[in-house]
């Protein structure tokens, strides 16, 4: 009997052990509990701030996306009105070169005729002095600005040849040289 009072005791001894360590273990995992209960409703507070955050990042994003589209809508329009004016503008100043320089090149050709026939004229009574007035014989002058009057004979109105034919003059300085014989 001792020795099952002795076995009884032991086991009362380990069951006291058990007991113990089941209280401890009990009392580790309620804190553990705690612990981790905290952490969750930390880590809940958290993962809702964060969603929320998103939330405002997202509503943030599409108002910006919403203007920036406005604006790129409307840039884009006055890109495309800007060049179309300025391809307008082009076809204006094209016109209006055409129109210019066709109104120089008239001008110029009205010019440079009156100029050639007031050098002819100024030939003429040049040749007219020499012949009636000083009695010299006419040389047609050599220097090169006046090439250009042996160049343009059908242009010139009556000028040909190196010295030229001015008609009229010679017409005029022999019907005169009777009157100065």
């Known amino acids: 009997m001792q020795i099952l009072e002795k076995c009884m005791e032991d086991m009362r001894a380990v069951y006291r052990l058990n007991e113990e360590k089941l209280d401890f273990n009990y009392r580790v995992l309620a804190e553990r509990e705690n612990v ?20 405002k990042v997202k509503k943030e994003f599409k108002v910006q996306q919403y203007h920036f589209q406005k604006e790129n809508y409307k840039l884009t329009e006055d890109y495309k009105k800007f ?6 503008l082009q076809k204006k100043y094209e016109r209006f070169e055409e129109s210019d320089d066709k109104r120089m090149k ?4 009205m010019n440079s005729a009156e100029a050639l026939a007031l050098a002819e004229k ?12 000083l009695n ?20 010139s109105g009556g000028m ?7 008609k009229g003059a010679e017409s005029a300085t022999q019907g005169n ?5």
């Open 36 to 55: 981790n209960a905290k952490v969750h409703k930390s880590l809940k507070e958290r993962k809702n701030k964060k969603q929320e955050e998103v939330r």
């Open 83 to 88: 060049t179309r004016q300025f391809k307008e």
């Open 106 to 109: 008239q001008v110029y050709d």
């Open 122 to 133: 100024i030939m003429h009574a040049d040749k007219v002095i020499h012949i009636q007035q």
């Open 136 to 155: 010299i014989p006419w040389k047609p002058p050599t220097d090169p600005i006046f090439n250009f009057l042996h160049k343009e004979d059908g242009a």
């Open 160 to 166: 040909s040849g190196e010295a030229g034919s001015f």
């Open 177 to 181: 040289n009777s009157l100065m014989i």
